[in-house]
């Protein structure tokens, strides 16, 4: 069989979910021919099945010209036929696409432009222990922010940039694909964009018997998930509830003041359980899950917990989280965004429906069936496929 060769480049590896669609990638293609490497800055482990690790030279910067150098060595040396960036933009790329014959992928992992929202926190996170910064940021950082979109022209051009660089540009779901269409003004018929979702694995012996338990499995940051408004909602409802308990499980920036916040509302049975390397638990044993974030990109969480029949109730904050619990009350709730007493009625009224909970518990589990690692690598392999094809040109410029 003649082997062909994938390369993905990530900063740290393995960390997180890019880090888990990667190794997915890599065991379904296996079959298919493909050996899979991965170039990091930083490797944690000694050794994962199918993939060859290689580290970066420069272990402080990933982006840096000696790490771009090593990167082209490694591409020619190794004869490696796609290269797979996921996450990772390079501002070296176009130099690299230059001295490399090989196809490049570039695969976002996210939102798209969630660096706005992202910068838009930043800004006004520092300005929020002084009134002089206060005053700076209402009166001029935020107008020039947010007004006057100077940060969303410099976030559009990188986006075209990498678009331009690339073979092809994958996206999580068809409304981040359209998103992406009507803000670089792109073809609607003929460009590079790819809809690949992330894969969630089967679970072969679900508990369907849970405890009367909600869960959060997350990182606790303030920019994106806002697990504040979830201790809001808990406040409206848990004295309806009395055999209910909420669990989070996850660490961060925030986590020390939300549990100070707890006290403060003097909230009862709610636990912060912290960093977890066994999240399966949990997810055996709840019954609900809630997301209360303000923007997402495919929240691994939700089709976990779809996974283990855990129904997830989020706010319908961006087209991903839409599209893994759409149609809402079958797959799961969605809610409108920021609309916390909302949010609040339907997890009551679910909790108090073990019926309901019963019925929904079938249809999230056959929901997660359809981000099936088959189904998914399926994607993958047919997009490698296409570009490996003699017939398709390049079309970078």
């Known amino acids: 069989m003649n082997r062909k060769r994938l390369l993905f480049l990530h900063n740290e590896f393995p960390d997180g979910g890019a880090e888990r669609v990667t190794i997915d990638i890599a065991h379904y293609v296996s079959s298919y021919g493909y050996e899979t490497y991965v170039l990091a800055k930083k490797i944690r482990t000694s050794s994962i099945p199918l993939i060859t690790m290689l580290p970066l030279p420069d272990t402080q910067e990933l982006n840096s010209k000696k790490n771009a150098d090593a ?10 036929d796609i290269f797979v960036l996921p996450v990772q933009t390079l501002s070296y790329l176009a130099q690299i696409r230059e001295r490399v014959r090989c196809r490049i992928v570039f695969a976002l992992h996210s939102v798209p432009f969630w660096e706005i929202q992202h910068n838009l926190y930043a800004k006004r996170k520092q300005c929020r ?23 969303h022209k410099r976030v559009m051009g990188e986006y075209e940039r990498i ?28 460009n590079k964009l790819r809809v690949i979702p992330n894969a969630e694995k089967e679970i072969e012996v679900i508990n369907l ?23 809001d909602i808990w406040e409206m409802i848990y004295k309806q509830i009395p055999e209910w308990e909420l669990v989070l499980v996850g660490d961060g920036e925030e986590k020390i003041s939300l549990e100070q916040s707890a006290v403060q509302k003097k909230l009862q049975r709610i ?46 904050c961006a087209a991903g989280v839409h599209e893994i619990l759409a ?15 909302m949010f609040a009625n339907v997890l009551l009224k679910l909790l ?12 999230v589990i056959l ?5 099936a690692p088959d189904v998914i690598g399926d994607k993958w392999l047919t997009l490698f496929e296409s570009l490996l094809s003699p017939n398709i040109k390049q079309t970078h410029c």
Not at 71 to 80: A, S, T
Not at 209 to 231: A, I, N, P
Not at 271 to 297: I, K, M, N, P
């Open 209 to 231: 018997q849970k405890k009367k338990q909600v869960l959060f499995v997350g990182r606790m940051s303030y920019e994106d998930k806002r697990v504040d408004r979830l201790l």
């Open 71 to 80: 990167i082209v060595r490694v591409l020619n040396d190794w004869n490696i």
């Open 163 to 190: 678009y331009r660089q690339v073979d092809a540009y994958t996206v999580l779901c068809d409304g981040y694909k359209q998103e992406l269409i009507k803000k670089m003004k792109l073809a609607s018929g003929e």
């Open 129 to 151: 222990h002084s009134f002089f910064k206060r005053i700076k940021w209402l009166f001029l950082l935020y107008p020039k922010t947010n007004w006057l979109k100077h940060y």
């Open 271 to 316: 636990r912060f359980v912290g960093h977890s390397d066994c999240v399966q638990a949990y997810y055996r044993e709840s019954a609900l899950l809630c997301l209360t974030s303000t923007f997402e990109g495919w929240p691994l969480c939700l089709t976990e917990a779809q996974a283990n029949g855990v129904i997830p109730i989020a706010f319908d």
């Open 367 to 371: 929901k997660s069936m359809s981000y």
């Open 327 to 341: 149609p809402s009350g079958v797959n799961g709730f969605l809610i409108p965004p920021l609309q916390k007493k």
């Open 352 to 363: 108090q429906d073990p019926d309901r909970i019963k019925q929904m518990q079938r249809h």
